[in-house]
């Protein structure tokens, strides 16, 4: 009887050593993940995908903005760095008023006031978004109805992302 617990108990710790080392190989994310993630956040089309030291490498296609070059850590799903590769020329008074001004990523202070615009108020701190909020604003508000909103701005098309509000 003894032989038959120690060869299960046996058996049960070779199956949770198996699973363990199976979950530990697999990252948190996959490329097509976090390919998709990015086009969704930006807005933009992957145009190509690689996989290289621990990386992910993403061209990704904004519409009327251009070429982005983003790499992602293959593990956390993080955006690690964004480059601009190509501006995208349009007719428009706005885009040409951007590409004047040399400007892809909207300052601090543009990203405030888009969002006094959804949030009226006085910002009370504006800092960049890090980890799931990589490429944005997280703009603090004293709202004027007494309550305090964050309200998260997409740091190159200056989207209104997100509208939270503290209790």
């Known amino acids: 009887?003894?032989?038959?617990?120690?060869?299960?108990?046996?058996?049960?710790?070779?199956?949770?050593?198996?699973?363990?080392?199976?979950?530990?190989?697999?990252?948190?994310?996959?490329?097509?993940?976090?390919?998709?993630?990015?086009?969704?956040?930006?807005?933009?089309?992957?145009?190509?995908?690689?996989?290289?030291?621990?990386?992910?490498?993403?061209?990704?296609?904004?519409?009327?903005e251009g070429?982005?070059?983003?790499?992602?850590?293959s593990e956390t799903g993080e955006l690690m760095a964004m480059t601009r590769l190509e501006t995208v020329e349009n007719d428009s008074a706005a885009q040409e008023e951007k590409t004047e001004k040399g400007a892809r990523q909207l300052t601090p202070e543009e990203a405030g006031e888009i969002a006094l615009?959804?949030?009226?108020?006085?910002?009370?701190?504006?800092?960049?978004?890090?980890?799931?909020?990589?490429g944005s604003y997280l703009v603090d508000i004293d709202a004027q109805n007494g309550e305090e909103a964050t309200v998260r701005i997409n740091a190159i098309s200056g989207e209104v992302l997100s509208i939270s509000w503290d209790d």
């Open 117 to 134: 615009k959804k949030v009226p108020g006085t910002v009370d701190d504006i800092e960049r978004g890090d980890g799931e909020e990589a």
């Open 67 to 73: 070429q982005y070059s983003m790499t992602v850590d």
């Open 1 to 64: 009887m003894k032989k038959v617990i120690t060869a299960a108990i046996a058996i049960a710790a070779a199956a949770a050593a198996f699973f363990l080392y199976q979950s530990l190989q697999q990252p948190d994310v996959t490329m097509n993940e976090a390919g998709e993630k990015l086009a969704e956040q930006y807005g933009g089309t992957v145009k190509k995908a690689e996989q290289a030291d621990g990386e992910f490498h993403y061209t990704i296609e904004v519409p009327d």
